[in-house]
T-cell receptor
Framework: GIQVEQSPPDLILQEGANSTLRCNFS?????LQWFHQNPWGQLINLFY???GTKQNGRLSATTVATERYSLLYISSSQTTDSGVYFC??????????FGKGITLSVRP | DTGVSQDPRHKITKRGQNVTFRCDPI?????LYWYRQTLGQGPEFLTY????????KSRLLSDRFSAERPKGSFSTLEIQRTEQGDSAMYLC???????????FGSGTRLTVV
């Protein structure tokens, strides 16, 4: 199956700082999503982005499918951005495979 | 669009008991997925349905696990003779079809004591 690697595993930021989270995957994909898991465990969809670039407020994401990676950018981070960020991909079989996640802590 | 609903949110059960979880997907979504997440890990695929047909089951889904989606709407996941290793967050997701993203529910957190 497709392998997904996320880096860095942990990230600590001061409020207001910018950050880049990376996702590498091992094969071509039809689906790539970035999720934020809140403290109660719910996975909140941030972006559906199998290719290209999207922006939503302080967040943006870019997927370069030919090079098998995706980046999530967080600008002007806030304490509410803290949590675990997952990248998940699916190939032709449509099953999402998740990375191990990136734990982000934003300090006031 | 009321999102994906899961019930219950939390379940504590004694080892050996049976438990059943329910998932109500977004109404126009024909694909429904079950995932399991243990502490510190990403969610892992268990099974998925297209309408009422169960199209794939993971090897993680032992004989003690069974899932149904009888009318192509809500789904249930039953675990028989629960073991402590079954303690996890069980997540349900749905989507409209190819070319669309997954929407996850809030999950059911199972604790087996």
């Amino acid at each position: 199956g497709i392998q997904v690697e996320q880096s860095p595993p942990d990230l600590i930021l001061q409020e207001g700082a910018n950050s880049t989270l990376r996702c590498n995957f091992s094969d071509s994909v039809n689906n790539l999503q970035w999720f934020h898991q809140n403290p109660w465990g719910q996975l909140i969809n941030l972006f559906y982005i199998p290719s290209g670039t999207k922006q939503n407020g302080r967040l943006s994401a870019t997927t370069v499918a030919t090079e098998r990676y995706s980046l999530l950018y967080i600008s002007s981070s806030q304490t509410t951005d803290s949590g675990v960020y997952f990248c998940a991909v699916a190939g032709a079989n449509s099953k999402l495979t998740f990375g191990k996640g990136i734990t982000l802590s934003v300090r006031p | 669009d009321t999102g994906v609903s899961q019930d219950p949110r939390h379940k504590i059960t004694k080892r050996g008991q049976n438990v059943t979880f329910r998932c109500d997907p977004i109404s126009e979504h024909n694909r429904l997925y079950w995932y399991r997440q243990t502490l510190g890990q990403g969610p892992e695929f268990l099974t998925y349905f297209q309408n009422e047909a169960q199209l794939e089951k993971s090897r993680l889904l032992s004989d003690r696990f069974s899932a149904e989606r009888p009318k192509g709407s809500f789904s249930t996941l039953e675990i028989q003779r629960t073991e402590q290793g079954d303690s996890a967050m069980y997540l349900c997701a749905s989507r409209r079809g190819q070319g669309n993203g997954y929407t996850f529910g809030s999950g059911t957190r199972l604790t087996v004591v």
